[in-house]
């Protein structure tokens, strides 16, 4: 990992109509942090935990990561006209948080495939899930993102709140995934707060409707998706049909049980008044940042 480059820092208020329910908080911020990962460690099949079901499944996300922040990206940037100042500068944090998360899933996607891995069947999915959305209306491809946004702060909310899902995983790995949470936390309000701003006309039950529904249809083919793909990658280490089906299943609902554990917070998206910063995760940000500096 390479050493911490001065931190450029986005600083902004309040965001968001306080008539509209809750916004992103004042003090919360976005840091670019410019690093680099697993250069010069060596590949390893089984970098999770040196357990295939861990890798098959972080490594079937981190192969859908490229594609899918490209998109999160450009809906974001396509329902950004007339922001305010504080949230116009909130996007422009989210986007180079983006892009450099897509150059490490990139690197750790070739580490992978120098083990072994054929990521091709992920890729594709991905490719064609996005072709699905070109030509839908802007509100559209952004409540699209907006879930999938609270997917990856779900995600990083319990990778960082509990060590045991990295537990024995290659150092450079870890602090990867360490490092993507980190930033996932941080911007985890700015999807939000853009739909916010960008259907700022509509009646209030119009858009928790739309965003709710949206909700549905993206955690069934995530779900779906996201379980292919690592069944898939499973395959190709010879753990095939129900043996894989049960291994996956276990580490997905009982142990570490990413699923469950998040499932609350899930749940909590269909609140009428909902807000990413509803759980404010500023300390547990502080204490994960700490174990990125260098010693």
Same mark, same amino acid.
Not at 262 to 282: N, S
């Given at each position: 990992?390479?050493?911490?480059?001065?931190?450029?820092?986005?600083?902004?208020?309040?965001?968001?109509?306080?008539?509209?329910?809750?916004?992103?908080?004042?003090?919360?911020?976005?840091?670019?942090?410019?690093?680099?990962?697993?250069?010069?460690?060596?590949?390893?099949?089984?970098?999770?935990?040196?357990?295939? +079901?861990?890798?098959?499944?972080?490594?079937?996300?981190?192969?859908?990561?490229?594609?899918?922040?490209?998109?999160?990206?450009?809906?974001?940037?396509?329902?950004?006209?007339?922001?305010?100042?504080?949230?116009?500068? %909130?996007?422009?944090?989210?986007?180079?948080?983006?892009?450099?998360?897509?150059?490490?899933?990139?690197? @750790?996607?070739?580490? %992978?495939? #120098?083990?072994?891995?054929?990521?091709?069947?992920?890729?594709?999915?991905?490719?064609q899930l996005i072709g699905e959305t070109r030509g839908k209306p802007p509100a559209v491809n952004l409540a699209i993102t907006m879930a999938l946004e609270h997917?990856? %702060?779900? @995600?990083?909310?319990?990778?960082?709140?509990?060590?045991?899902?990295?537990?024995?995983? %290659?150092?450079?790995?870890?602090?990867?995934?360490?490092?993507? #949470?980190?930033?996932?936390?941080?911007?985890?309000? +700015?999807?939000?707060?853009?739909?916010?701003? @960008?259907?700022?006309?509509?009646?209030?039950?119009?858009?928790?409707?739309?965003?709710?529904?949206?909700?549905?249809?993206?955690?069934?083919?995530?779900?779906?998706?996201?379980?292919?793909?690592?069944?898939?990658?499973?395959?190709?280490?010879?753990?095939?049909?129900?043996?894989?089906?049960?291994?996956?299943?276990?580490?997905?609902?009982?142990?570490?049980? +990413?699923?469950?554990?998040?499932?609350?917070?899930?749940?909590?998206? @269909?609140?009428?008044?909902?807000h990413p910063w509803h759980r404010d995760d500023r300390a547990l940000i502080a204490a994960a940042e700490r174990d990125l500096r260098p010693a």
């Amino acid at each position: 990992m390479s050493a911490i480059q001065p931190l450029s820092l986005v600083s902004r208020g309040a965001l968001g109509n306080p008539s509209q329910g809750a916004t992103t908080p004042a003090g919360a911020e976005i840091h670019v942090r410019d690093l680099r990962f697993g250069r010069s460690e060596a590949p390893q099949r089984w970098g999770l935990a040196e357990d295939p +079901v861990a890798t098959a499944w972080h490594t079937g996300l981190s192969a859908t990561f490229p594609r899918g922040e490209a998109f999160f990206i450009e809906s974001v940037k396509a329902c950004r006209e007339g922001a305010p100042p504080a949230l116009a500068a %909130a996007i422009g944090g989210f986007i180079r948080q983006e892009i450099n998360h897509t150059r490490e899933h990139l690197a @750790f996607n070739r580490l %992978a495939m #120098a083990t072994g891995y054929d990521l091709s069947r992920v890729d594709a999915r991905v490719d064609q899930l996005i072709g699905e959305t070109r030509g839908k209306p802007p509100a559209v491809n952004l409540a699209i993102t907006m879930a999938l946004e609270h997917f990856t %702060a779900m @995600f990083a909310h319990e990778f960082l709140a509990n060590p045991r899902h990295f537990t024995g995983a %290659a150092s450079e790995a870890a602090a990867m995934w360490r490092w993507h #949470a980190v930033e996932e936390l941080e911007h985890k309000g +700015v999807a939000f707060d853009t739909w916010r701003h @960008f259907t700022r006309a509509w009646p209030r039950r119009r858009r928790w409707l739309v965003r709710s529904a949206m909700m549905l249809l993206v955690t069934r083919k995530f779900l779906a998706n996201r379980v292919g793909d690592a069944l898939d990658l499973l395959d190709q280490d010879s753990i095939h049909g129900w043996r894989a089906k049960a291994r996956l299943l276990h580490y997905l609902v009982v142990r570490p049980g +990413v699923l469950r554990r998040i499932f609350p917070a899930w749940l909590a998206y @269909f609140r009428p008044g909902f807000h990413p910063w509803h759980r404010d995760d500023r300390a547990l940000i502080a204490a994960a940042e700490r174990d990125l500096r260098p010693a």
